[in-house]
């Protein structure tokens, strides 16, 4: 096996024997495996994060900067390997991947810079002889468990505002993506991080989890995935007193209302819902569209993607390639058949594609029954529902229903309309009348059931940061 763990400045094939497959999803195939760390690998990525911390904790935010800069310097010269590792590993068009890749390198900047300006602050004191400061110091050695959707991207997040607010991390990376997320952890490596301060392991998630959480090394928990592993993680983490940011599932809401030009709306809606073949957590999956313009949209939304071609992520003429496992396209199919036994009518798509690897039909449904699956569960792929509404209170009554609030979209071009989504749907982040998220400069994060804490913008940083208060007089 290809040493694929990187634990205290080393690359390791481990102290085991146990690997997993990793496959094409355009074919199916197997075409390469990735060693899984065992336990004693796990203690020693601890060690080394516990010593690497008390290194990047002491070295000048300056430097840390300059280290991060360099990262990202190589990132953006790497990026086309990079975006090929993830195109080959999780399917999405080798364009999709590039830009991941170079946004990636963006965030890392970013987090270079911001971690330069992590300011405490002086509070007045009573007396004439005492000082009161709140000084930030990095909360300590993080367990980060990033997604196979963007293997690159989401990782980055987690590193960049780790790394610039002072922390070490071990990092387990997907198991079905690892080539993409070994490559950007080199250009860490060579970009002169010390080491220990970025540990890389890949394995069975639920013994990783478990045995980094429970260890004293760890004082926080960064995660991106599923609400049923999030409750169980934060569990996990509550139970060891560690703090933790969940950036879990969505089922966004995109709301159309009557005075906008339906047939540019549904042409934009095929571009955000079917990036990434709708594996994307704040992927619009709930179609919420005024009666008035309903007809126009749903015709050119279908007609739209049904145009779409489909086919492996490496070849240019591919608009979206296949889901990442098998296990999607399984999940998907059943709720596509669940909504069309509920009366859903299927406008297009509705079918698996061509005869291997893991392809989806683009899938538009209309006139979907709320108590469908797919207008309660996640989708987390080429699947769109979309319904009519009357008045803008039903149109928000909805999109509040479940118990998600990750991300949330509106198309208006009412001054009111928009005031009244902004601030009565329940979502930690609402675009309106475009595709406003997940820039570095900005916050990434959810509420409800869809998670907690932020990545991106000052807010990641200060995910890393925690205060301590220190009052001082001058003598005694």
């Not at 634990?7 to 990793?22: E, L, Q």
């Not at 999803?25 to 004693?40: D, H, L, Q, Y």
């Not at 300059?66 to 090929?84: G, K, N, P, S, Y």
């Not at 399917?91 to 990636?104: D, F, Q």
Request: charged content about 20%; proline content about 6%; overall charge negative.
């Amino acid at each position: 096996m290809t040493p694929s763990l990187f634990i205290a400045g080393r690359w390791t094939t481990g102290s085991g024997s146990r690997s997993g497959p990793v496959l094409d999803p355009s074919t199916g195939e197997e075409i390469g495996r990735v060693p899984f760390a065992e336990p004693a690998d796990l203690d020693a990525a601890l060690d080394a994060a516990a010593r690497g911390f008390a290194v990047w904790r002491t070295t000048s935010a300056f430097a840390r900067s300059a280290v991060l800069r360099q990262a990202a310097t190589l990132l953006r010269e790497r990026h086309a390997t990079i975006a090929e590792a993830i195109t080959r590993e999780q399917g999405k068009p080798l364009s999709e991947a590039k830009i991941e890749v170079l946004g990636s390198a963006d965030h890392v900047d970013w987090a270079a810079e911001e971690g330069r300006r992590a300011y405490g602050r002086v509070i007045p004191a009573r007396d004439r002889d005492v000082t009161q400061s709140v000084v930030q110091e990095p909360v300590g050695p993080v367990a980060a468990f990033s997604p196979w959707n963007f293997p690159v991207s989401q990782l980055v997040r987690k590193i960049a505002g780790a790394l610039a607010a002072g922390c070490s991390m071990i990092a387990k990376a997907p198991e079905e993506t690892p080539t993409s997320a070994i490559l950007t952890v080199r250009c860490f490596e060579e970009a002169g991080l010390p080491a220990g301060v970025l540990n890389l392991v890949f394995g069975v998630p639920a013994e990783i989890s478990e045995h980094l959480i429970a260890s004293p090394v760890i004082r926080k928990v960064s995660f991106t995935g599923s609400v049923p592993v999030g409750r169980h993680l934060s569990q996990l983490a509550g139970l060891h007193l560690k703090r933790v940011t969940m950036e879990l599932g969505g089922h966004a809401p995109f709301i159309v209302g009557a005075g906008v030009d339906p047939a540019r709306v549904a042409e934009a809606a095929v571009r955000m819902k079917f990036r990434n073949a709708g594996q994307v957590c704040v992927s619009p999956t709930r179609f919420i569209v005024h009666e008035s313009v309903f007809d126009t949209f749903v015709e050119v939304f279908a007609a739209e993607a049904a145009t779409l071609t489909l086919g492996p992520g490496m070849d240019a003429a591919s608009r979206m390639g296949p889901l990442a496992q098998a296990r999607r396209v399984d999940a998907v199919e059943a709720l596509v058949q669940d909504a069309a036994d509920r009366g859903a009518d299927i406008r297009t798509g509705g079918h698996r594609a061509h005869n291997q690897g893991f392809f989806f039909e683009p899938t538009i449904l209309a006139n979907v029954s709320r108590a469908a699956r797919v207008m309660n569960e996640e989708a987390f792929g080429p699947v769109a529902a979309v319904n009519p509404f009357g008045s803008l209170d039903d149109a928000i009554s909805e999109a509040n229903r479940l118990p998600f609030g990750l991300a949330a979209y509106a198309m208006t071009n009412s001054l009111d309309e928009a005031e009244r989504l902004s601030s009565g749907i329940e979502a930690g982040m609402v675009s309106i009348n475009h595709a406003g998220l997940a820039l570095p400069e900005t916050p990434f994060g959810g509420i409800k059931d869809s998670g907690h804490g932020s990545e991106g913008g000052m807010e990641g940083l200060r995910a890393y940061l925690q205060d301590k208060f220190v009052t001082r007089r001058y003598a005694i």
